[in-house]
C-alpha cells in the first residue's frame, strides 16, 4: 500500500528565504507526482505535475524534482513571499486502481 | 482554466437526514473523484467515476454513495448522515485521453464544509 509522508507538518521562514518542502513514498512504482496548494478552508490549487520519466519541473519561483527510485520528491521555492503561506500537499498517481495518494501536508508561514 | 463547482461551500444538517453534495465540472473530463478531508488524516478517497453511470468505491465508502447521471455532474450522498461525517468534502475531475487516466493532473473545486449536529 502506498504511503506518502511530508515532514515536517509546519515551518515559518522569515521573507526571502529559499527553502525546501520534502515528500517521500513508498512505492516507487508511479505514474507521476503532483504538488498542491491548499489555503485556509479552499479547495486544493494544483501547482506541479512530474510524470514518472521527468526529473523535474519549474514554475516561476517554484521546482519540484523527483527521485522515483529513492522514493523522494522535493518543492523548490525561491525567495519566499509572504503569500506563499499555505499548506503544500505531495501526491503520488500509483497503484493498480490508478489512484492519488496524498501526504498530509506542510503548513508553511513566511513571516515578513 | 478548469472550473469545478461545489454547490455549497458550507452546510449544516442534522443526524439521520439524507445529504446530496453536488459537483459540476465545465471540462468534459472523464474522471470526478470525492474526497473527504480531516485534520491528522488528510485526503481521502470516497468515490470516484471514469465515465457516465461508472462508480469505483474509494478507500472510504462506507456510510456514502455516489451518481454520475451526466457526465459533467458527480453527486455524493450520504444516506443517513452521522456526526462522525462532520468534514470537509471536496470534489475534483481529471481528463482521461485514450491511454487511461494516469497521467493527467486532478483539479479541484473549493470544497464543501459539512457539520453534522
Known amino acids: 500500500k502506498q504511503e506518502v509522508t511530508q515532514i515536517p507538518a509546519a515551518l515559518s521562514v522569515p521573507e526571502g528565504e529559499n527553502l525546501v518542502l520534502n515528500c517521500s513514498f513508498t512505492?516507487?512504482?508511479?505514474?507521476?507526482l503532483q504538488w498542491f496548494r491548499q489555503d485556509p478552508g479552499k479547495g486544493l490549487t494544483s501547482l506541479l505535475l512530474?510524470?514518472?520519466?521527468?526529473r523535474e519541473q519549474t514554475s516561476g519561483r517554484l521546482n519540484a524534482s523527483l527521485d522515483k527510485s529513492s522514493g523522494r520528491s522535493t518543492l523548490y521555492i525561491a525567495a519566499s513571499q509572504p503569500g506563499d503561506s499555505a499548506t503544500y500537499l505531495c501526491a503520488v498517481f500509483s497503484g493498480a486502481n490508478s489512484k492519488l495518494t496524498f501526504g498530509k501536508g506542510i503548513t508553511l508561514s513566511v513571516r515578513p | 482554466d478548469v472550473k469545478v463547482t461545489q454547490s455549497s461551500r458550507y452546510l449544516v444538517k442534522r443526524t439521520g437526514e439524507k445529504v446530496f453534495l453536488e459537483c459540476v465540472q465545465d471540462m468534459d473530463h472523464e474522471n470526478m473523484f470525492w474526497y473527504r478531508q480531516d485534520p491528522g488524516l488528510g485526503l481521502r478517497l470516497i468515490y470516484f467515476?471514469?465515465?457516465?453511470?461508472?462508480?469505483e468505491k474509494g478507500d472510504i465508502p462506507e456510510g456514502y454513495s455516489v451518481s454520475r447521471e451526466k457526465k459533467e455532474r458527480f453527486s455524493l450522498i450520504l444516506e443517513s448522515a452521522s456526526t462522525n461525517q462532520t468534514s470537509m468534502y471536496l470534489c475534483?475531475?481529471?481528463?482521461?485521453?485514450?491511454?487511461?487516466?494516469?497521467?493527467?493532473?486532478?483539479?479541484f473545486g473549493d470544497g464543501t464544509r459539512l457539520s453534522i449536529l
Open positions: 512505492d516507487s512504482a508511479i505514474y507521476n
Open positions: 512530474i510524470q514518472s520519466s521527468q
Open positions: 467515476s471514469y465515465d457516465v453511470k461508472m462508480k
Open positions: 475534483a475531475s481529471s481528463f482521461s485521453p485514450s491511454e487511461g487516466l494516469r497521467n493527467q493532473p486532478q483539479h
